[in-house]
């Protein structure tokens, strides 16, 4: 499993349930542990009375004491530092990264409902398109939850670089190492549909019935024999090959994932956040954006090697 050193923890809420399983994460690692509190930046208007200064300092010694309320829950299992910023949440939480070299945040908030369900809030979207690091999204769970992680895997056909692969494997690794920690099982699931599949049945495509049926059978074969070598590399790493149980199913990714999470119950879902047509085994763009903003299980999302977060992009043009 990926090795954590530095985490960054922005607690919304005070979740002790959520807390306590950042701690075993640490602990597990050996990794130090700050607690963050982003207060809003004071106005710079007219005040005659300073009332705008004492509200400011209010509110920073209230940061501080509900910060120091939550490390001492914990002061006997682990050491924790705190911090106070102040600035736009995902803003000032990528400039930490960047700075301090965290290489994993936790974002503790209650999720939002939405159309589809119950997905993370501004600021969590944020910080999964935007943080250099790996972010791991918490809110208060479900009431019952197995200890089952779901890993989902795509795959870009065109490609199959060595990276790719590693960062795959990358993935399925975190996964195994949750799964371990919490007593469960590994699901892997890889949702896959023929490309084209929308237009099969259009009779300008001018296809008969034994050339669909032939095109049907290469496309579900190739992404048998695909899925067959991730799962059989995933299972030769594994403590116990037999928790990893693999799901080839033909869907959309989106709702496969959420059935998937839903049917398992499970407690954890893996997955990479951005990717190019050099990224096999990761979820892209609108696909991850999709199951982030419908789905209430918390979330471990990796960044590919060489991600670069656009806030530092568009800083150093």
Same mark, same amino acid.
């Given at each position: 499993?990926?090795?954590? +050193?530095?985490?960054?923890?922005?607690?919304?809420?005070?979740?002790? &349930?959520?807390?306590?399983?950042?701690?075993?994460?640490?602990?597990?690692?050996?990794?130090?542990?700050?607690?963050?509190?982003?207060?809003?930046?004071?106005?710079?208007?007219?005040?005659?009375?300073?009332?705008?200064?004492?509200?400011?300092?209010?509110?920073?010694?209230?940061?501080?004491?509900?910060?120091?309320?939550?490390?001492?829950?914990? &002061?006997?299992?682990?050491v924790?530092?705190y911090?106070?910023?102040?600035?736009?949440?995902?803003?000032?939480?990528?400039?930490?990264?960047v700075?301090?070299d965290?290489?994993?945040?936790?974002?503790?908030?209650?999720?939002?409902?939405?159309?589809?369900?119950?997905?993370?809030?501004?600021?969590?979207?944020?910080?999964?398109?935007?943080?250099?690091?790996?972010v791991? &999204?918490?809110?208060?769970?479900?009431?019952?939850?197995? /200890?089952?992680?779901?890993?989902?895997?795509? +795959?870009?056909?065109?490609?199959?670089?060595?990276? &790719?692969?590693?960062?795959?494997?990358?993935?399925?690794?975190?996964?195994?190492?949750l799964?371990?920690?919490?007593?469960? /099982?590994?699901?892997?699931? !890889?949702?896959?549909?023929?490309?084209?599949?929308?237009?099969?049945?259009?009779?300008?495509?001018?296809?008969?019935?034994?050339? +669909?049926?032939?095109?049907?059978?290469?496309?579900?074969?190739?992404?048998?024999?695909?899925?067959?070598r991730?799962?059989?590399?995933?299972?030769?790493?594994?403590?116990?090959?037999?928790?990893?149980?693999? !799901?080839?199913?033909?869907?959309?990714?989106?709702?496969?994932?959420?059935?998937?999470?839903?049917?398992? /119950?499970?407690?954890?879902?893996?997955?990479?956040?951005?990717?190019?047509?050099? /990224?096999?085994?990761?979820?892209?763009?609108?696909?991850?954006?999709?199951?982030?903003?419908?789905?209430?299980?918390?979330?471990?999302?990796?960044?590919?090697?060489?991600?670069?977060?656009?806030?530092?992009?568009?800083?150093q043009?």
């Amino acid at each position: 499993m990926k090795q954590f +050193r530095d985490i960054l923890v922005y607690a919304e809420s005070d979740n002790q &349930a959520c807390l306590e399983q950042v701690v075993a994460v640490a602990r597990a690692h050996g990794a130090a542990i700050t607690v963050c509190e982003i207060v809003e930046p004071a106005p710079e208007i007219q005040d005659n009375r300073g009332v705008i200064e004492r509200l400011s300092k209010l509110r920073w010694n209230r940061a501080f004491q509900r910060l120091r309320r939550i490390c001492d829950l914990f &002061a006997t299992h682990t050491v924790i530092d705190y911090s106070v910023f102040t600035g736009v949440p995902f803003v000032t939480i990528t400039e930490q990264v960047v700075q301090q070299d965290f290489d994993l945040v936790v974002h503790i908030s209650e999720p939002v409902q939405v159309a589809s369900g119950i997905g993370l809030n501004a600021t969590g979207m944020h910080l999964m398109r935007k943080c250099p690091c790996t972010v791991w &999204a918490l809110h208060p769970e479900r009431a019952t939850h197995s /200890n089952d992680v779901v890993l989902a895997l795509d +795959r870009e056909l065109a490609s199959g670089t060595r990276a &790719a692969e590693a960062f795959a494997m990358t993935l399925a690794e975190s996964a195994l190492g949750l799964a371990q920690t919490r007593g469960g /099982n590994v699901h892997v699931i !890889h949702a896959w549909l023929p490309y084209g599949a929308e237009l099969l049945d259009d009779a300008d495509l001018d296809l008969s019935d034994g050339e +669909r049926q032939v095109y049907f059978q290469q496309q579900r074969s190739d992404s048998e024999q695909w899925f067959k070598r991730v799962v059989q590399r995933i299972e030769s790493v594994a403590d116990d090959p037999l928790r990893v149980k693999a !799901h080839l199913v033909e869907s959309a990714a989106v709702p496969a994932v959420e059935r998937m999470v839903e049917e398992t /119950n499970a407690g954890m879902l893996v997955l990479g956040t951005v990717g190019t047509s050099a /990224n096999p085994g990761v979820l892209i763009g609108a696909t991850t954006e999709s199951i982030l903003a419908g789905i209430g299980t918390p979330v471990l999302a990796l960044k590919p090697p060489g991600f670069v977060s656009p806030l530092m992009l568009a800083r150093q043009s």
